[in-house]
């Protein structure tokens, strides 16, 4: 059995849920790497209704996640999360592929 390229944390996947239902409307989270940031990639996260052809669909628990191919290369192995801590609330993508991160967490380079 091969391990997923990507997979949604069940915190990140409740999330989605809540935010959805919020809503009132199926939500799917987009994660995508642009160029930029201070480490030379970031990450960026929106909230979408609808998958594009060259995506990849992650699902956990009724949520689902989508990213695409391009930034698939740099995501490979990631986990994305959410975290509720007392310095706010955010989703974070976990990637095994990063060699460093900015202190903010949101950009990182390969």
């Not at 993508?93 to 060699?99: E, I, L, Y």
């Not at 991160?101 to 949101?106: A, D, H, L």
């Amino acid at each position: 059995m091969t391990k997923p390229d990507v997979t949604l944390s069940p915190a990140a996947a409740r999330r989605i849920h809540d935010i959805g239902k919020a809503e009132g409307r199926e939500l799917m989270l987009r994660v995508a790497v642009e160029g930029g940031g201070c480490s030379g990639f970031q990450y960026q996260f929106d909230l979408v209704d609808a998958v594009n052809d060259d995506d990849l669909k992650v699902e956990l628990d009724g949520a689902s996640a989508v990213v695409d191919l391009m930034s698939l290369i740099m995501l490979k192995g990631s986990v994305i999360d959410y975290v509720d801590e007392l310095a706010g609330a955010e989703f974070r993508v976990r990637n095994p592929n990063a060699k460093s991160s900015c202190g903010c967490g949101v950009s990182f380079s390969i």
